[in-house]
């Protein structure tokens, strides 16, 4: 008898990881994404408005610009916005994007996000008809997109949804100034809040969205004077977009601020990075590799096959012939 103990197959985990890294596309390990930091909370973003400590939120629609957004421990908010209309999707303008669109963009991003506090925009249309309406479509973004809170363009007249919302247990982000969702009927992308009654009215708008129960605010495009005094005068942190630099916090839409956006750059977007140029530098590379045939490289980015069976299989085609 033979003292050779049999072979045994590895364990299936192991024969995973042996073939996971011949994957060119491969699931994440769950150690590839770590919190760096306690998830943030409403109570969080309170405390950083407190201290004074500028709150910080980029748009991300889809599973790795959530990842990206992820990476950094001092990034406070990561939001779905319906900005991905025209930056994913190709839309012209924000109110063609609807429902079903973001919740399937909303539900890659919360896959990717870990310790971020995760917001979602509402689409133009799915909170206009009714009250009812819009708490049905809420409770479908927080369940089934997996979003933590909501954010709802408008002023005085969605007082009233914010408030059943809030009620609810669903937060809301208000968001006041200029409008995306409305820039038909505003003529354009136009600052907001530059006449008295234009600022006093916003200022108004403002404090009846705060007591409705909106646990934050978005200040879009409005003089700095404005930003600050309407953040100085509410009790919750401002997030500010061309509000100036004394408002709570600042967002961007991530394409503004990478740099991979073609369309209008406004006045308060700053590129922070220049993917674009690495984008298509990488492409043409990618492309003369292929058309020069130094891509793939036959030792170091090909497979091969032992030489004997290699001969037999082509003895054997030979003899089908």
């Known amino acids: 008898m033979s003292c050779l103990l049999p072979l045994k197959r590895p364990p299936p985990f192991v024969l995973w990881r042996q073939q996971r890294r011949w994957m060119s596309v491969r699931p994440m390990k769950e150690s590839d994404v770590v919190p760096k930091r306690e998830k943030v909370t409403i109570q969080t973003l309170q405390v950083l408005r407190s201290r004074k400590e500028p709150i910080t939120m980029l748009t991300a629609y889809d599973y790795p610009t959530a990842l990206a957004c ?141 007591q409705a129960g909106a646990f934050s605010m978005v200040v879009e495009a409005v003089p700095k004077e404005l930003g600050q005094f309407i953040t100085d005068n509410l009790s919750i942190p401002t997030i500010g977009i061309g509000a100036g630099p004394s408002t709570s916090g600042q967002v961007l839409v991530w394409d503004d601020a990478m740099g991979t956006w073609n369309g209008h750059k406004a006045k308060f977007v700053r590129r922070f990075a220049n993917m674009q140029a690495i984008r298509d ?30 001969t037999r299989f082509l003895e054997e085609m030979a003899q089908t012939k």
């Open 281 to 310: 530098e990488g492409v043409q590379n990618y492309a003369q590799s292929v058309k020069d045939g130094s891509f793939p490289d036959p030792q170091r980015e090909s497979y091969t096959i032992d030489k004997t069976e290699w």
């Open 70 to 210: 992820s990476s950094n421990p001092a990034i406070d908010i990561t939001l779905v916005g319906d900005s991905l209309a025209q930056v994913c999707l190709g839309l012209k303008s924000t109110t063609q994007l609807t429902l079903d669109q973001m919740i399937h963009h909303a539900t890659a991003v919360a896959r990717g996000t870990t310790h971020p506090l995760l917001i979602a925009d509402m689409p133009f249309g799915s909170y206009h008809a009714s009250v009812e309406q819009a708490i049905n479509n809420a409770v479908r973004m927080v369940r089934e997109a997996q979003v933590e809170a909501i954010k709802l363009e408008g002023g005085e007249e969605i007082v009233e949804l914010v408030r059943r919302l809030t009620s609810l247990g669903i937060p809301v982000m208000a968001h006041i100034g200029l409008l995306p969702q409305r820039h038909v009927a505003s003529s354009g992308y136009k600052v907001q809040g530059r006449s008295l009654d234009a600022a006093k009215a916003m200022m108004r708008t403002a404090k009846l969205l705060e």
